[in-house]
Every structure is written in C-alpha cells, then in structure tokens.
C-alpha cells in the first residue's frame, strides 16, 4: 500500500503551487533588489574606489540570474518531498530567511548607498545560506550542492563588499 495517500501530511504540494511557490519569491527578490541597484549603479556605485578584482558591471546579473535559477530549483526540490518529511519546513524557513536576507542586502548597499550595512547583512547571509545548505543535505543533497555557487558568489562578493568598504570608508 501507498502511505503517502493515507498518512496525513505525506503528500507532496502539487506541480503548479510547488513551481510558484519556489520560483515567484525568488523571482520577486530579484526584481525588487534590480530596482534599487540599477539607478545606483551610474549614480553612485561607479564614484566608489573598487578593488582590482571587481567583475565587470555586465557580470552581476549574469551570475545573479543563473543563482536565482538554482536557488529557485533548489527549493523546489525541498517543496516536492512530503510535507511531514522531518525537516521540511526548518528547510523551507531556512530558505526564505536567506532568500530576505538577500534582498536586504540590495536595499542596505545600494538603497543606503552604506557599503557597511551591506557588510552587516551579507555576513547574516553567508550564515544564513549555511545553515539553508546544512537543513537541504539531510533532505535532498542535490538541492544542498545546487546552492553551493550561491555560497562562493556571496563568498566573493562578501570579500568586494568589505574591501569596498575599507576603501571608502
């Protein structure tokens, strides 16, 4: 006998709410976040003192879009497991708190143009994508790994974010 269909909660959500649910709030972060870099971008991020090794402006939402697209399938894997799967929901919480710290980080840097208080919320990300990494392998390792380019780029850009800092501040 199938137990998913006589177990409370032992079913998975259906294809359409679990694609909407992974992909609409990751989609929203992006945009909103795209909104206030963009007009920031020409009006104060170029005036800043970067390092050597910045990227190109074309590069951020290259990357950023590939990321978003891992995160977003990343989470719906976790979606797609049965909803009284230990775990699951610390996964899921896991996810979003990362997923607005992320945003944040938009908001703090390039809203506040304050390379500091971006560096305040980007060093929670890098915890928060670490503890999301940590509650996905006990669930579905290949949702884990898909996060792990997120976790070098933030890495990365939490290092260019804090020598930015050092040379503006």
Same mark, same amino acid.
């Given at each position: 006998?199938? /137990?998913?269909? /006589?177990?409370?909660?032992?079913?998975?959500? $259906?294809?359409?709410?679990?694609?909407?649910?992974?992909? &609409?709030? =990751?989609?929203?972060?992006? =945009?909103?976040?795209? #909104?206030?870099?963009?007009? %920031?971008?020409?009006?104060?991020?170029?005036?800043?003192?970067?390092?050597?090794?910045?990227?190109? @402006?074309? *590069?951020?939402?290259?990357?950023?879009?590939? #990321?978003?697209?891992?995160?977003?399938?990343?989470?719906?894997?976790?979606?797609? #497991?049965?909803? %009284?799967? $230990?775990?699951?929901?610390?996964?899921?919480?896991? +996810?979003?708190?990362?997923?607005? &710290? @992320?945003? *944040? !980080?938009? +908001?703090?840097?390039?809203?506040?143009?304050? $390379?500091?208080?971006? #560096?305040? =919320?980007?060093?929670?990300?890098? =915890?928060?994508?670490?503890?999301?990494?940590? /509650?996905?392998?006990? &669930?579905?390792? /290949?949702? *884990?790994?898909?996060?792990?380019?997120?976790?070098?780029?933030? *890495?990365?850009?939490?290092?260019? %974010?804090?020598?930015? !800092?050092?040379? %503006?501040?």
């Amino acid at each position: 006998m199938h /137990t998913d269909q /006589t177990v409370p909660g032992s079913h998975a959500m $259906p294809p359409l709410p679990r694609f909407l649910v992974a992909v &609409l709030p =990751v989609v929203a972060v992006a =945009v909103s976040a795209s #909104l206030i870099t963009q007009p %920031n971008i020409p009006a104060w991020y170029v005036g800043l003192q970067k390092p050597g090794f910045t990227p190109p @402006n074309w *590069a951020f939402p290259v990357a950023w879009t590939i #990321l978003y697209a891992l995160m977003a399938y990343a989470l719906w894997r976790v979606l797609s #497991l049965p909803e %009284n799967r $230990p775990g699951r929901t610390a996964a899921i919480i896991a +996810f979003f708190v990362q997923l607005t &710290l @992320n945003g *944040a !980080w938009s +908001f703090a840097f390039f809203g506040g143009k304050s $390379p500091l208080a971006g #560096l305040v =919320v980007i060093a929670a990300l890098i =915890v928060a994508i670490l503890a999301t990494i940590r /509650t996905f392998w006990r &669930l579905d390792r /290949t949702a *884990a790994l898909l996060l792990v380019p997120y976790l070098t780029w933030v *890495a990365y850009a939490t290092l260019l %974010n804090g020598t930015i !800092w050092r040379l %503006n501040g």
